[in-house]
């Protein structure tokens, strides 16, 4: 146990004051010690009545009454000793005495001073001894406006570069010894300390700035941009720590997260569907590992050797038996084409001698058109490619039934476009409209059969407009299409171009509950329910 008492240096917590207490005397003290006043010599074998005394082998004794002090602690004079069970004054020693709690540490130093305020050992650890009682400090202490924790083990040894639990909290220690607060990285992990240095768990708001962040039971800050449940809430968590959203499970519901859409059922303190196909409202699903809907996507079953495929909503468009084979399938009204177990999308593509285009979802293109390398391309109503013409001069083109324009080598496209004196109007795929209402700019446009514009009415408030022997509706300064509306007693639907239908059934869907309705509408275009 021998050991060299230094202050503890000039760290950033503890004072130079504080750490020249150390409590180590001087080697001329002893020539002025109080034991030098009233020791008897060495070679005087006698034992003093009251007072210091050495044996001949150099050990000091304290008597009083004729009889050495024993284990137990004593000041004389300036200073507190310690003197074992024998009487010999001990030196260069930590040791302890027993509380009700545990032990009470202390050290004497090499003159059996005892040590108060810092103390340093041979090996580099650090110690703090009450500056009244010596007493070794443990668990957590304020020490010159600074937090330390002293382990309750070790004699007090003072904690650096660990995480240590004290009154069932856990805090952490830099190479100081002083508290960490804030952030705190292990590895690729990352940690939050509060103001009083203790570690946090759970749904935390950090430094103020509206950013929420979840910590697990063990305090390492989940970041890993997938969805998780706890204690019944659904969260979704970014690779920055930062949760995206936070809702409690109270039901069985959609939950959407940016552009993606998650299942949750109210049940086992809640969860989240995952790694499963599910029929939720008529409508064929599949959710990935993570919980995330799959979407534009093919998935297989290997078991069964089936290829699904779910389109941009996320619905099941079409099954393949035997994956392994290339081939068309149709699925409702559209066909794709699967090579490679997967669908061919947003390309060219061969089949039998013919060329054909599949849309970004993978379904064949019909009655469409687009520019590439300077040739504009038409594929018609059977997908094939029925045309192809140089599109290097501006100009009108027509293919099918339908009429382009071209400029620069490029459609025109989702805009009003002046040619001849007549203003046209060009959808987002370059189709020149026709029998065409749109708003823009606090106006009603509409566009005769032949595409030119043939009336033009500002907006002023709500309300019908007639056009060609069809009637549109205007709700803030907008047409209403595709939806139902309530206009004074009646409920009317409009369709997606606007118009107001008419001696028909619609079957209409209802995002809200992700159900199909069917409803009939008489001549006057009102809704029976």
């Not at 001329?28 to 070679?43: E, P, Q, R, T, Y």
């Amino acid at each position: 146990t021998n050991s060299t008492s230094v202050s503890k240096g000039t760290q950033n917590a503890v004072s130079q004051q504080s750490k020249a207490d150390v409590a180590v005397s001087d080697a001329n003290s002893l020539k002025s010690d109080s034991k030098l006043a009233a020791v008897a010599s060495v070679a005087d074998s006698s034992q003093p009545q009251n007072g210091w005394w050495k044996d001949e082998d150099y050990y000091w004794y304290y008597f009083e009454n004729g009889e050495p002090v024993k284990d137990k602690l004593k000041t004389i004079g300036n200073y507190t000793y310690h003197f074992l069970y024998d009487g010999k004054m001990d030196t260069n020693n930590t040791f302890g005495y027993e509380s009700g709690l545990g032990y009470n540490y202390y050290r004497v130093d090499d003159q059996g001073h005892l040590v108060k305020g810092w103390y340093q050992n041979y090996w580099g650890d650090w110690y703090y001894y009450d500056k009244k009682t010596g007493q070794a400090f443990t668990g957590l202490q304020t020490i010159d406006n600074q937090k330390y924790y002293f382990n309750t083990y070790n004699y007090g040894k003072m904690s650096t570069n660990e995480e240590v639990e004290y009154q069932h909290k856990y805090y952490r220690t830099d190479e100081n010894g002083h508290l960490v607060k804030g952030w705190y990285k292990k590895y690729y992990s990352w940690y939050y300390y509060d103001n009083n240095g203790v570690r946090v768990s759970g749904y935390r708001p950090i430094n103020g700035k509206g950013y929420y962040f979840y910590f697990d039971y063990d305090g390492q800050m989940i970041d890993d941009d997938k969805a998780h449940i706890f204690d019944g809430v659904f969260y979704y968590i970014n690779g920055s720590g930062i949760v995206l959203k936070r809702q409690a499970i109270t039901k069985d519901e959609w939950v959407r997260v940016g552009n993606d859409w998650y299942y949750v059922k109210n049940s086992h303190g809640g969860e989240f569907l995952s790694d499963e196909t599910a029929t939720l409202g008529g409508r064929t699903y599949h959710f990935d590992r993570d919980g995330k809907m799959s979407k534009n996507c093919s998935v297989i079953d290997y078991y069964q050797n089936m290829l699904y495929y779910y389109g941009s909503d996320g619905a099941l468009v079409l099954k393949k038996m035997d994956a392994d084979n290339d081939g068309w399938v149709k699925s409702g009204n559209n066909w794709y084409y699967v090579k490679d177990k997967d669908l061919v999308k947003s390309e060219f593509f061969g089949v039998d001698g013919h060329t054909y285009h599949f849309d970004f979802n993978g379904r064949m293109s019909t009655n469409y058109v687009t520019i590439y390398r300077n040739v504009f391309y038409y594929f018609g109503a059977n997908g094939a490619l029925s045309m192809k013409r140089n599109a290097s001069r501006n100009g009108w083109i027509k293919a099918g039934n339908d009429w382009y324009y071209v400029k620069n080598r490029t459609l025109v496209k989702g805009e009003f476009f002046g040619v001849g004196g007549h203003t046209y109007h060009f959808d987002s795929s370059g189709k020149m409209s026709a029998n065409y209402a749109t708003t823009y700019k606090n106006a009603f446009y509409y566009f005769r059969s032949d595409g030119a514009l043939s009336m033009k009415q500002t907006i002023t408030k709500d309300g019908w407009i007639k056009a060609s022997n069809n009637w549109y509706y205007v709700k803030n300064k907008s047409l209403v299409r595709d939806q139902l509306i309530n206009v004074g007693r009646y409920t009317y639907y409009m369709y997606a171009n606007g118009k107001m239908a008419v001696n028909t059934t619609i079957r209409y869907y209802d995002s809200a509950t992700h159900k199909y309705v069917s409803y009939r509408v008489d001549s006057k275009g009102h809704v029976i329910k």
